[in-house]
T-cell receptor, first 113, second 111 residues
Framework: DGGITQSPKYLFRKEGQNVTLSCEQN?????MYWYRQDPGQGLRLIYY???????QKGDIAEGYSVSREKKESFPLTVTSAQKNPTAFYLC????????????FGPGTRLTVL | QKEVEQDPGPLSVPEGAIVSLNCTYS??????FMWYRQYSRKGPELLMY????GNKEDGRFTAQVDKSSKYISLFIRDSQPSDSATYLC???????????FGTGTKLQVIP
């Protein structure tokens, strides 16, 4: 079955640690995205990538980093510079058409202890 | 002003009621509008989309765009407990590679 997988489902981090969230897709989509979701704030774009080895900052990129070495994979690193990292993180991919339908993974809930 | 604004709710209705979910948008150049549904602790999924203005119907769901008032609506007829979810309006922006989402309205349909 085609789809997007994210791991882990739950992640706990101590303050000052970097953590990496995994996102893999087998939909053969060119574009991939990372969103952060907080209560009352909807989905906010962190980073997005249209092709391999290229990515752009979204609206809230500070404290995050990404890489796109393979078409299928778009890992997100939450660094210690991110002041309030506790949130629900969603990865998505799309074919990049005009409608740009986003196909989402199941999400990773990150909690900073 | 946010590009897309949405009442966060929560909205609680009895089973069988007609539900109206609404968004407003600021940019009159927007051509496409979408509604995503997100169940608790899951990723959103596309429910419906519509172009420009007018209505689009899919089963119990109707999406409506009023360009004169910059208003987007999603109507759910004969609501079911399985419709309980958060509904997010959205539109493509920034050269079709970015999508802007509303904050979402949480709906609960009570049996």
């Amino acid at each position: 079955d085609g789809g997007i997988t994210q791991s882990p489902k739950y992640l706990f981090r101590k303050e000052g640690q970097n953590v990496t969230l995994s996102c893999e897709q087998n939909l053969n989509h060119d574009a991939m995205y990372w969103y952060r979701q907080d209560p009352g704030q909807g989905l906010r774009l962190i980073y997005y990538s249209q092709i391999v080895n290229d990515f752009q900052k979204g609206d809230i990129a500070e404290g995050y980093s990404v890489s796109r070495e393979k078409k299928e994979s778009f890992p997100l690193t939450v660094t210690s510079a991110q002041k309030n990292p506790t949130a629900f993180y969603l990865c998505a991919s799309s074919m990049g058409t005009e409608l740009n339908e986003q196909f989402f993974g199941p999400g990773t809930r990150l909690t900073v202890l | 002003q946010k590009e897309v604004e949405q009442d966060p709710g929560p909205l609680s209705v009895p089973e069988g009621a007609i539900v109206s979910l609404n968004c407003t948008y600021s940019n009159s150049a927007f051509q496409y509008f979408m509604w995503y549904r997100q169940y608790s602790r899951k990723g959103p999924e596309l429910l419906m989309y519509t172009y420009s203005s007018g209505n689009k119907e899919d089963g119990r769901f109707t999406a409506q765009v009023d360009k004169s008032s910059k208003y987007i609506s999603l109507f759910i007829r004969d609501s079911q407990p399985s419709d309980s979810a958060t509904y997010l309006c959205a539109h493509p922006a920034g050269g079709y590679q970015k999508v802007t989402f509303g904050t979402g309205t949480k709906l609960q349909v009570i049996p």
